[in-house]
């Protein structure tokens, strides 16, 4: 069961950015409750047996027999959450224990997107250089925002998931989902100037299909978009601990939602196997819709 917790644990570092604390606060949280199956209701490790009367029993001794506050609480039941629709997203499980899962109210840390101001500072940023590697982050930066697709589906593009004509990308998600998510102009002409006049000059060999390469003609790696990101965010006067490759799909979902398109739309391009993922997303348009409220309305 470890092994699977491990596997959500890289996950979290590679896909959303979490820090070693918050990470290893979840390694405590989810190598406990290991520890509590194994121990009782689920001695043969299947995450597919837990149901919610195994997680609600787990609680209840943390609070009763442990005296955990509600702050700690909530944090364990954040990360049994996540781990879960981690599982579901992979298809590890077909159910999610979790869904009716109640949760101490303590104030919930919603993420924070970029405004559309500061994406506009940062994807503009690469075109005033004229290198190849920045020609290539042009269009790395304007994939990610105009598809909101995950950094893993960044690097793993390949040559034939691309049509340019019709202005969209083919991605393989979680749990080897298969969609396909368009793209603005801006995008297609940044994507379009790196394949036709970039890419070939890149040394890449003619077996390579991966879409962005280095400068070896290598595919690049998730940790590598990192590092570029972060420098691009620092050139762009934008704080770069305020950025992950996750925050730019943040910033994608935000403001596709507060520009009127359906949730169940923004679901489908996010590649999200449960709506429920997708609604934390309301809260930060609403968070939005209030602020304007405030700012417009007389009486405010």
């Not at 990470?23 to 405590?28: D, F, H, K, Q, S």
Request: with cysteine; charged share 30%.
């Amino acid at each position: 069961m470890k092994q699977a917790v491990d596997s959500f644990l890289n996950h979290l570092v590679v896909e959303k950015g979490f820090s070693r604390n918050t990470l290893e606060a979840y390694r405590n949280d989810l190598y406990q409750l290991v520890d509590f199956l194994g121990k009782g209701s689920n001695p043969s490790g299947d995450w597919k047996a837990v149901r919610l009367d195994d997680l609600t029993a787990y609680f209840a001794e943390l609070r009763e027999k442990r005296g955990y506050q509600d702050r700690t609480m909530a944090r364990k039941v954040a990360a049994t959450k996540s781990f879960f629709n981690f599982l579901m997203e992979e298809s590890a499980i077909t159910e999610d224990p979790t869904e009716e899962l109640a949760s101490p109210r303590v104030g919930r840390s919603l993420p924070k997107p970029l405004s559309e101001d500061e994406v506009e500072r940062l994807l503009d940023e690469p075109n005033k250089e004229d290198s190849a590697e920045a020609r290539r982050d042009w269009a790395m930066l304007e994939v990610l925002y105009a598809t909101g697709i995950r950094v893993t589906e960044l690097v793993s593009l390949d040559m034939k998931d691309v049509n340019l004509d019709e202005a969209f990308i083919r991605c393989l998600g979680k749990g080897s989902r298969e969609r396909v998510v368009y793209m603005y102009p801006r995008a297609v002409e940044a994507l379009r100037t790196y394949i036709d006049k970039v890419r070939p000059r890149m040394g890449v060999s003619k077996n390579e299909q991966a879409i962005f390469v280095n400068r070896r003609g290598g595919r690049l790696t998730r940790q590598w978009v990192w590092a570029v990101l972060k420098d691009w965010a620092t050139k762009a006067e934008i704080d770069p601990t305020r950025i992950t490759p996750h925050v730019l799909r943040h910033s994608f979902a935000t403001h596709m939602l507060r520009g009127g398109a359906p949730l169940r739309h923004v679901q489908e391009l996010l590649g999200h196997a449960s709506i429920t993922t997708t609604q934390v997303y309301t809260h930060l348009t609403l968070e939005h819709i209030q602020k304007e409220y405030d700012k417009a309305h007389p009486r405010a």
